[in-house]
């Protein structure tokens, strides 16, 4: 009798063993996968690697041309006399405020340096609509209802500057989130210009 439970007790011990080293011999985990951690991710939004350089153009860019109109909106805001102009002033600062955020974003995961603001630097040579430093200035020096349509035709000028380095994003990008962030700038601004105009043929000349 004896003999036969250290038959079974040698036997069990030897089949946890086995089961214990074939454990230990399985295919091992992916990084990061053990209990309470996760695997390291890019942002699902704009994965490193699947960039080109029409893409780290494209936010290169449309992040100084989204300040400059930032700027030109929070003159909207302080300034106008027309509420129309201040509702559109303020409807552009609320979105192109959070899409210099995330292309900014963009570039950091890219490796990519990102543009500081550059007012007081005439970058009207550098993309389509940007406004020139004598521009800003006759704006800021600009009063009443001539403010108002000033600022709404000149904000036209700008919105179709940035359609087009949209299209051409949508073109030639490669970046699933940029073309698509592309493609909505296109649309939003297309509507506000068409707004524009509208408010242009409401505004007092002078």
């Not at 959070?98 to 500081?116: A, F, Q, Y």
Request: hydrophobic share 40%; aromatic share 2%.
């Amino acid at each position: 009798m004896k003999h036969l439970r250290r038959t079974i007790v040698a036997t069990t011990t030897l089949i946890i063993t086995g089961a214990l080293l074939l454990t230990g011999c399985g295919d091992n985990p992916e990084p990061g996968s053990m209990s309470g951690m996760t695997p390291a991710t890019t942002s699902s939004s704009a994965p490193a690697g699947q960039f080109n350089d029409a893409d780290v153009a494209f936010a290169s860019q449309m992040i100084p041309h989204h300040q400059q109109a930032v700027q030109m909106a929070d003159m909207g805001i302080r300034k106008a006399t027309t509420p129309a102009v201040k509702q559109l002033a303020t409807a552009i600062k609320a979105a192109q405020d959070p899409e210099i955020k995330l292309m900014s974003g963009w570039l950091t995961t890219w490796g990519k340096p990102v543009p500081t603001p550059m007012h007081g630097h005439d970058m009207s040579g550098s993309m389509a609509g940007m406004m020139s430093d004598q521009e800003m200035s006759d704006l800021g020096n600009a009063t009443g209802t001539m403010f108002d349509r000033m600022w709404t035709q000149l904000m036209v000028k700008h919105h179709q500057g940035a359609v087009t380095m949209a299209k051409t994003e949508q073109a030639a990008g490669k970046e699933a989130a940029a073309i698509a962030l592309a493609k909505k700038i296109e649309t939003d601004q297309n509507r506000e210009i068409a707004t524009m105009q509208r408010l242009m043929g409401q505004l007092p000349v002078s």
